[in-house]
């Protein structure tokens, strides 16, 4: 779980896909535009992991059955060296998995999934075709 605290006071949460030591991907609800704002990292609710981020990138991914949902490319902009060694001993962790999302294997990330689903679209089209001719 992620607080993602924006400019004007807007606030939202959110959930980390993807963390390395240098930013993260993360999946909320509330539209940010790219720019600076300020995380919250759950890792250990009862310390969780402050530190300013640039919005490097965001993808709209609401559509007319879900509410509204956004993805954004996050790199951490660590202004406390403590901070940033316990990311990278959380990340080092024996007991660290990288978060999966409902729906997602943990051994295939994003591009592979997406890979899978085009080669089965693929297939298909290719049985209409033979059908067809």
Same mark, same amino acid.
């Given at each position: ?10 606030? +939202? !949460?959110?959930?980390? /896909? ?8 993360? +999946? +909320? ?21 402050? /530190? ?17 949902? !956004?993805? !954004? ?17 959380? =990340? ?14 943990? /051994? /295939? ?8 689903? =085009? ?15």
């Amino acid at each position: 779980m992620v607080s993602i605290f924006g400019p004007d006071g807007v606030h +939202a !949460y959110g959930v980390i /896909t993807n963390v390395s030591e240098g930013g993260a991907q993360v +999946a +909320a609800g509330v539209g940010f535009e790219s720019g600076r704002v300020l995380l919250r990292i759950g890792f250990d609710p009862a310390e969780p992991l402050l /530190t300013p981020a640039d919005i490097v990138w965001v993808r709209d991914d609401s559509d007319a059955s879900h509410k509204s949902s !956004y993805v !954004y490319g996050v790199q951490f902009r660590f202004s406390d060296p403590e901070q940033q060694q316990r990311l990278r001993e959380i =990340l080092m962790s024996p007991s660290f998995e990288q978060p999966v999302l409902p729906g997602q294997s943990p /051994t /295939t990330s994003g591009l592979d999934e997406m890979m899978n689903e =085009l080669g089965d679209e693929l297939g298909k089209l290719g049985e209409r075709m033979r059908e067809d001719s």
